[in-house]
């Protein structure tokens, strides 16, 4: 598990690195806020995010997933599978699961009270992947736990999912803009930058759509694929219009609280 842990941290730690340079050569937007502020109360909520998960869990999904392997719970510890076959169908599953989870959040009204902080950024970059409120964190881990003991889903498939998330959660959120005879291509696959960047429009209908974090089939498969903002990539507005670019909407104290007011 510790080794576990130790990949997860590498991988992030060099995937925010490069993201973090490749946007400070070459950001696809501008942006007035301050970015210290927003970086600190970003990271912050990620810290906080981090340790509620480890109090709640203290053995994480990996710990669970072995748990369930000795006591042959769940569908894949029922039958027999290729690793490989388990592995690939494993994170599907996952990833679909984010998906489902991504879109309650935001129909959901009780749920959407923790998801609205990630989206209050007044600004989309590479910290914006880690913004999510700490009982937002709690909630997902509960709802892939359910997910894990409902299918048996294997500790290295976890640990492969989890460093896959975080790397394309800081990946589609970086400021940047690929060429578009790469982007184009790409987007069938993974969710890129400009098509993520159209799910933080202020626009509800935009807003509402490409829920995807990784693949980018379950918005073209459930409909709710987006492919261009009204106003194009670079016409996009950002964050949410009762949220403006204000240091009471940036602060790590207003972040915290901000599910809690009306």
Request: aromatic share 10%.
């Amino acid at each position: 598990m510790q080794d576990g842990s130790l990949i997860r941290l590498s991988v992030f730690v060099s995937i925010l690195a490069l993201m973090t340079l490749w946007q400070t050569l070459a950001p696809a937007r501008s942006t007035s806020v301050a970015p210290r502020q927003r970086w600190l109360s970003n990271f912050g909520l990620m810290v906080m995010g981090a340790l509620l998960a480890r109090l709640a869990v203290p053995a994480g999904l990996a710990g669970l997933a072995f748990n369930l392997q000795q006591q042959h719970w769940g569908l894949f510890n029922l039958t027999q599978w290729p690793l490989w076959l388990e592995v690939i169908v494993g994170l599907l599953i996952l990833d679909c699961a984010i998906y489902w989870q991504h879109r309650l959040f935001h129909v959901v009204p009780f749920l959407w009270r923790f998801h609205r902080v990630h989206h209050a950024d007044p600004h989309v970059d590479v910290s914006t992947g880690v913004r999510f409120h700490p009982l937002e964190i709690l909630l997902s881990l509960l709802i892939k736990m359910a997910v894990v003991a409902l299918f048996g889903i294997a500790p290295l498939t976890i640990l492969m999912f989890e460093v896959i998330l975080n790397a394309t959660s800081l990946f589609n959120h970086t400021n940047v803009r690929l060429p578009g005879w790469l982007e184009r291509p790409l987007r069938w696959l993974i969710v890129t930058q400009a098509m993520h960047r159209i799910h933080h429009s202020q626009r509800p209908v935009e807003t509402n759509s490409n829920y995807g974090f990784n693949l980018s089939v379950w918005d073209r498969l459930f409909g709710s694929y987006t492919h261009r903002a009204r106003l194009g990539d670079s016409g996009v507005q950002l964050g949410l219009r009762q949220y403006p670019k204000t240091e009471n909407n940036t602060s790590l104290k207003a972040l915290l609280l901000m599910p809690f007011r009306r």
